[in-house]
């Protein structure tokens, strides 16, 4: 896919390697042959096995699919794989297919949502994130940090912590007790 996620990721790995992109619409090619100077621009449907594999699929060392369909990047991932294609990276924005993902055997997978909070906790926290789980069935992530000692969080009770809006402190654990995050607790 040729969207803000394949143009960015093109643009960097142009620099080291050989890129080929797919985007099956005409006028967004042209503009990234225009923006992007050592890859390959392919104006095709990514769905389209013979095309994929007459551009070589079974030779390619990665099969990275960003598009704006959560099933095309899941469908077009396991065509490559099939291919013999040994890494293979769809973008899943339903964190609900996460898990399905996993079970029919694509092993990486990029979900912004998750980037994000992973982002936004390493570096806002001054905590190191140890994991990032998501939460079936509802829309939430549980994070788990290890606080430095000399924290922020560590200065004041939970209830004047600059948390981020609806985030939950849901526990403590410090030594081998664990804790209840209660308002006064510190």
């Known amino acids: 896919g040729g969207g ?6 093109a ?16 006028e967004r090619c042209l503009n990234l042959s225009d923006q992007l100077q050592n890859t390959l621009i392919i104006n095709a449907d990514a ?3 013979d095309t994929l594999v007459g ?3 079974s030779n390619m060392d990665a099969f990275v699919a960003v598009t704006d369909n959560n099933e095309t990047n899941m469908f077009t991932c396991l065509m490559a794989k099939r291919a013999g294609v040994k890494k293979v990276i769809p973008l899943i924005e339903n964190i609900d297919f996460i898990d399905m993902a996993q079970n029919i055997g694509l092993d990486a997978m990029i979900n912004k949502k998750l980037i994000t909070a992973s982002y936004i906790a390493r570096f806002t926290m001054d905590a190191e994130v140890i994991s990032i789980k998501c939460l079936n069935g509802v829309d939430a ?18 209830r004047e912590l600059p948390v981020i809006k ?5 526990g403590v654990v410090r030594g081998d007790e664990s804790y209840i995050a209660l308002g006064n607790f510190q």
């Open 4 to 9: 803000r996620i394949g143009h960015k990721t």
């Open 166 to 170: 609806d985030a939950i402190i849901g």
């Open 55 to 57: 551009e070589g699929l």
């Open 141 to 158: 992530e549980v994070l788990e940090f290890v606080v430095k000692g000399d924290s922020l969080v560590t200065r004041m009770p939970i």
């Open 47 to 49: 769905r389209d096995f």
């Open 11 to 26: 643009k960097r790995l142009e620099k080291i390697m050989r890129v080929k992109l797919v985007d099956i619409d005409r």
